[in-house]
């Protein structure tokens, strides 16, 4: 069957295919340590029912989901276990129920037909009143390339018309995305990802916009240059210089956001190597990974690593499984991790 014609992968959970003390720990599976779930004071697991439905959409990760009251916690253990860098749109949809959400300093009610972008690589804490609700997850860089610069997107709520615009989008996609194919997928991903960046827009400043255009058009080319280039030992200011003509102090300027230089790069080389060591199938070679990734010696990458992770290289090591996990589902196997790290 040729690309365009091959159905969405999808997957559906619900509580009631297992027993009802089961309901709880069943629904904490198919969240795979993302998140951690409770439920609010005087709520009982017994009477805890939920159904959720994924789609993924290789480049968007899409699902709706009709629960009972909860709360989703994903704490910054879970986001160093992960890594996971993406941007999350929240819509709820029930007009009778809020949802409660704290993202960073900002804290506020969601009423039904509101969309807030959270940002996965930082806390964030949600109450879901029972009701249903959409969310999709996609890469960071897949939005930032049409913003003109870079901006905290972390409880960031879309207004306007624009922002009513992708409420019904959004509520679209979840009711035809059974008839797409994979082949339709990248058209409404993109379609998608502009009515964010069009909702974003009035919050934007635009002082200034042709400089920060350019400005931020050129930090992303240098970040992409620095990831594609991390295992050469060589990478540093000045390779960074040359490589696009410009000064340091034009290249430090750029940086500081990002707390330099150096540490840009020495923290996407931890994230890379945190990444390879959590997918190993057997026990690495940790001294030639570290090798790999232009640290000095295994001391000092292994100082590095814990500083910014709170474990070592280790400890991650023997907390991986040897073989992948999958939540149980009726018709197949499942692993949310593994579907949020395939997108791109």
Request: charged content about 20%.
């Amino acid at each position: 069957m040729s690309l365009t014609k091959q159905p969405v992968p999808y997957v559906r959970f619900d509580s009631n295919d297992v027993e009802t003390i089961d309901r709880m720990d069943y629904w904490r599976a198919s969240l795979g340590n993302v998140a951690d779930l409770s439920l609010p004071e005087h709520h009982h697991a017994a009477g805890f029912e939920a159904t959720n439905e994924m789609w993924m959409m290789s480049e968007m990760l899409m699902s709706r989901r009709r629960c009972a009251d909860h709360i989703l916690h994903r704490s910054a253990r879970a986001i160093r276990m992960d890594q996971c860098d993406h941007l999350k749109v929240h819509l709820r949809l029930t007009r009778t129920a809020q949802t409660l959400l704290e993202a960073g300093s900002r804290q506020f009610r969601l009423a039904a037909g509101e969309c807030v972008i959270t940002d996965m690589a930082r806390p964030e804490w949600v109450h879901v009143e029972r009701g249903i609700s959409i969310a999709m997850v996609f890469p960071r860089e897949k939005l930032e390339a049409l913003l003109p610069r870079a901006v905290d997107l972390h409880g960031v709520v879309i207004r306007g018309a624009a922002g009513a615009l992708l409420s019904d989008h959004l509520m679209s996609i979840t009711g035809r995305i059974h008839a797409m194919t994979r082949g339709e997928l990248p058209g409404v991903s993109a379609a998608t990802l502009h009515l964010i960046a069009a909702g974003l827009a009035p919050s934007l400043d635009t002082l200034a916009l042709a400089k920060s255009t350019l400005e931020g058009t050129l930090l992303r080319r240098m970040r992409r240059f620095i990831d594609v280039n991390l295992k050469h030992h060589g990478l540093n200011a000045d390779a960074l210089c040359r490589a696009f003509g410009v000064s340091r102090a034009t290249l430090y300027r750029l940086f500081e956001p990002l707390g330099g230089v150096a540490h840009y790069v020495r923290e996407r080389r931890l994230l890379s190597v945190h990444a390879e060591l959590a997918q190993a199938h057997r026990s690495p070679y940790l001294v030639r990974i570290a090798e790999e990734h232009g640290f000095k010696s295994a001391a000092h990458f292994s100082r590095a690593f814990k500083t910014q992770f709170g474990y070592t290289p280790s400890d991650l090591v023997r907390s991986v499984p040897r073989a992948p996990v999958f939540a149980a589902i009726p018709g197949g196997r499942f692993s949310l991790p593994h579907w949020l790290a395939s997108l791109r």
